[in-house]
């Protein structure tokens, strides 16, 4: 505890200082913000942009995919004074440092929690604010949220209820462990909890939370939309009559905290027959399936944005399907208008990730390609660049790919080709190591990969698809990618 709130104290005053920087510069010129495009990264945006506007400080932001060298050599030829990475950066600090060069009117600030890379100096006019600095280990201790989130606690001069976003960054990088929280995410939810903002209870976790309704949280809740459950609201229906649970309760649709104990085992039981059906893919659903749930007590009653897991749903669904707008404008906080949009376009997701499962399923040879060992999945145009890792991951925990030992996913992604590659459980069984079978699959063809041993992904020019099929399968034959 000690420790903890040492590291606390240090991130703070280094806090104090980013913020201090960021309204002298911002009072006299519009600041740059570059946030990455998931639910963390959405959620530090609109964390930096709420206080900028509270300030009245001008700012231009723009989510992004990525980071790479060319996209850093765009952004620092803007003519800004201020530039802010959030939730990215921590990696490209050399590339940053080098294209900053001599230049002495140009600040950057990173606020990333990704691990740092060493650079030689991290002093001005390059900022670095990084948990890794302070022993706190960014990769489940604090979010890029909550690194936002510190500064932005200086910015407006005290706590608020924009904790919650830092939580619900954390939520959207999966930083909970089985016994929850644990280093600042921890003193974040005691924080939040302290200032009335937050409740945190154990119940089934669905879309929503208990006081929002039944149909369609049982169709938004994010692990049964990957394994294609509930896809028409008639599925979810038809569960609940066959329960005998009524679906209205006070001329209102009924919610899970409306059912008794028996009432929601019932559910339970039926949901988890439902996701045991799936096979092995459903194994992650099922154990999501009951836990901690964590509402944001703020929010209305029967808000789809009560429960913070729901939130980063939403969060994910707005950047995948290119509308991280909607998901700066939520994390700041807008409601109304913006939170009907983000619901359609989560519904937009579902839709779209369940139109590309069926189209690979049905595939006779259009978009798969079997060869020996690898199911390889040609997305061309037809599957989206940010879904390509999400439909990967599915088909290679599903029944399609068992007699595979991976799948391997490329898709056009503006002027290159994206790859994406998940082992099954016999790639598993094999040994094989993606990290280094995607390194060199990628590097042989011009390109770039890497990642973990069971996922991994890259990027290769346009036109070597062909010979990226090539090199991976001879790699396969080489002792090396075995582990
Ligand atoms: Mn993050």
Redesign the pocket.
């Known amino acids: 505890m000690e420790d903890l709130d040492k590291a606390w104290n240090s991130l703070n005053s280094k806090a104090k200082k980013i913020a201090d920087l960021i309204y002298e510069v911002g009072k006299k010129a519009p600041v740059r913000i570059i946030t ?1 495009i ?1 639910a ?2 959405l959620c ?1 945006g609109g964390l930096i942009s709420r206080a900028l506007r509270r300030l009245k400080v001008p700012f231009h932001l723009s989510p992004v995919k990525f980071l790479s060298k060319d996209l850093i050599s765009e952004i620092m030829s803007e003519k800004y004074g201020l530039f802010v990475y959030l ?1 990215l950066g921590a990696g490209y600090l050399k590339e940053i440092q080098e294209v900053l060069g001599s230049e002495d009117k140009k600040k950057v600030l990173i606020l990333d ?2 691990p740092p890379v060493k650079v030689i100096r991290k002093e001005p006019p390059l900022y670095v604010l990084n948990p890794f600095d302070d022993g706190i280990n960014g990769s489940y201790e604090i ?3 909550g690194v936002a989130y510190l500064v932005y606690r200086h910015l407006v001069g005290g706590d608020d209820e924009s904790v919650i976003m830092a939580i619900t ?1 954390a939520l ?2 999966q930083q909970a462990g089985d016994n929850g929280f644990s280093g600042i995410n921890s003193k974040y939810i005691e924080l939040a909890k302290k200032l009335g903002f937050l409740e945190v209870k154990r119940d089934l976790r669905l879309f929503g939370g208990p006081d929002y309704p039944l149909v369609p949280a049982l169709q938004r809740t994010y692990d049964l939309v990957l394994l294609g459950l509930f896809q028409e609201a008639k599925d979810a229906v038809n569960l609940l009559e066959r329960l005998k649970i009524p679906l209205k309760i006070e001329n209102r649709p009924t919610r899970l905290s409306d059912l008794t104990i028996d009432q929601k085992r019932e559910l339970f039981n039926e949901i988890v027959k439902q996701i045991v059906s799936k096979g092995e893919s459903g194994l992650s659903a099922l154990t999501n399936l009951f836990g901690e749930v964590y509402l944001a007590v703020s929010e209305p009653v029967g808000s789809p944005a009560r429960e913070l897991n729901g939130l980063s749903t939403l969060l994910n669904a707005c950047g995948r399907m290119g509308r991280p707008d909607l998901g700066i404008a939520l994390a700041m906080g807008f409601r109304g208008s913006v939170l009907e949009s983000a619901l359609q376009t989560l519904s937009d997701y579902r839709k779209t990730l369940a139109r590309a499962l069926a189209q690979i399923m049905e595939d006779s040879g259009k978009i798969t390609r079997k060869e020996e060992g690898v199911l390889f999945l040609l997305g061309g145009e037809t599957i989206k660049d940010t879904m390509i890792g999400t439909i990967t991951s599915i088909i290679a925990k599903s029944k399609f790919s068992r007699e595979y030992l991976m799948v391997i996913g490329l898709t056009k992604s503006d002027a290159a080709i994206k790859i994406s590659a998940r082992l099954t459980d016999n790639g598993i069984r094999a040994g094989i190591n993606l990290d280094h079978l995607m390194r060199k699959g990628c590097g042989r063809v011009g390109g770039i990969g890497g990642g973990h041993k069971h996922a991994a992904g890259g990027y290769i020019p346009e036109g070597e698809e062909e010979n990226f099929i090539r090199a991976v399968l001879k790699c396969l034959n080489e002792a090396e990618t075995l582990e």
């Open positions: 990455h998931d963390d990264g530090a939730d929690h990704h979010s890029g949220a960054g959207g990088d």
